[in-house]
């Protein structure tokens, strides 16, 4: 199983609902899990699972149309939460500091 980067599949999830419902999405984070446009809340996983499913219902596109929605996708997407660092990227910039990893590592 390859691992999902959140940023790209949020992209590709935006793109591919700006193409089938003509209108951004509205999406909310909490914690793990993601809520599309106030409906159910799904995990990432299952986003990627949903941009896959509006991408096969799309007709097919020439390259260069498809590449210039993409670009035109990257807008901010609203994300609701803590926000912040993630443990490894914390610990990173400790480490650049001169601290040590935690007792165990």
Same mark, same amino acid.
């Given at each position: 199983?390859?691992?999902?980067?959140?940023?790209?599949?949020?992209?590709?999830?935006?793109a591919a609902y700006v193409a089938q419902h003509g209108k951004q999405p509205v999406i909310e984070q909490k914690g793990s899990w993601f809520k599309i446009d106030d409906g159910k809340s799904v995990r990432l996983a299952e986003l990627a699972a949903m941009a896959t499913q509006f991408g096969d219902l799309i007709p097919a596109? !020439?390259? #260069?149309?498809?590449?210039? *929605?993409?670009? #035109?996708?990257?807008? !901010?997407?609203?994300?609701?939460?803590?926000?912040?660092?993630? !443990?490894?990227?914390?610990?990173?910039?400790?480490?650049? *500091?001169?601290?040590?990893? !935690?007792?165990?590592?």
């Amino acid at each position: 199983m390859s691992k999902l980067i959140k940023e790209e599949v949020i992209a590709q999830f935006t793109a591919a609902y700006v193409a089938q419902h003509g209108k951004q999405p509205v999406i909310e984070q909490k914690g793990s899990w993601f809520k599309i446009d106030d409906g159910k809340s799904v995990r990432l996983a299952e986003l990627a699972a949903m941009a896959t499913q509006f991408g096969d219902l799309i007709p097919a596109q !020439p390259q #260069a149309v498809v590449a210039k *929605k993409t670009a #035109a996708a990257k807008t !901010p997407v609203k994300v609701t939460g803590t926000g912040g660092m993630t !443990p490894k990227q914390l610990w990173a910039e400790q480490i650049a *500091k001169g601290s040590k990893l !935690p007792r165990g590592h």
